[in-house]
Every structure is written in structure tokens, then in C-alpha cells.
């Protein structure tokens, strides 16, 4: 599985949205460092989050264990089933969010947004 991450802390600074079609291609354009926008593999039996830090990067957790959100991220091509024995919400579910400490992607490749606890939406369901 291959998977493009994108740092939510990136479309807050440019004014772009998850929703956006080009996302990922603009990311491509703007030339961000590696931290910020790239690809990695995701070995099976991984989670994303296991993957993200094989590959030398230091994304947002807390519990590791599908109770707090912090490493939520949002699938935005691609598919990561919902995990069992988590706290979000159906309505966050439905628009893509999920969790990387508990899942990853089945699909081939996949877009995902990670550090999307800043997100509005998410934010608000954490307050
Ligand atoms: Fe807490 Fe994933 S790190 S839910």
C-alpha cells in the first residue's frame, strides 16, 4: 500500500480544503519539505501511524488506542475501514475521518490528510 500524506497545517496556510479536487496535485506543485507532503509504504499488519514513523516521521498520537483523536487523519482517495472500539462520531466516519493508530488503507494507494485535529470540524466534536 502506498500512500500520499498531506499536513493539514498546509491547507490551513494556503487556504485550501480537503474537499478540493486538485488538492494533492497543487502539493505536488508547491514544492513542500517532506514533512509536509509525500509518500510512503505501509507493510502489512501496519497501521498508518506505525508506517508514518518507520519512515521517519513524528505525526500527532497520544493513546494509541482509538480514545483521544490526536492522530486522526482523513482519507481523501483510496479506503481505510472505520476501527472497532473508537470515539468518533458516525458523522465524522462519513466524511473520511479516522484514526491512524488503530487502521490503514486496504487500498493500493491512497490520499490521506493527517494532523486534521486542527480541522474545524473535528476540533468542534473534541471541545
Ligand atoms: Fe489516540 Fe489514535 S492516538 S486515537
Redesign the pocket.
Known sequence: VTVEYLDYEVLDDHGWSIGDEDLFERARRADLDPEAHGQFSVNPGETLLEAAEDSGFAWP???????????AVAIVDGEMPPPVG?ILPEKLIRRGIR????SAPITDDAKVVYNVKHMPDVEEFLL
Do not use: E, W
Not at 61 to 71: K, L, P, V
Not at 99 to 102: G, H, I, T
Open positions: 498520537f497520544a493513546c494509541r488506542g482509538g480514545a483521544c483523536t490526536n492522530c473508537h484514526l491512524s493508530c488503530l
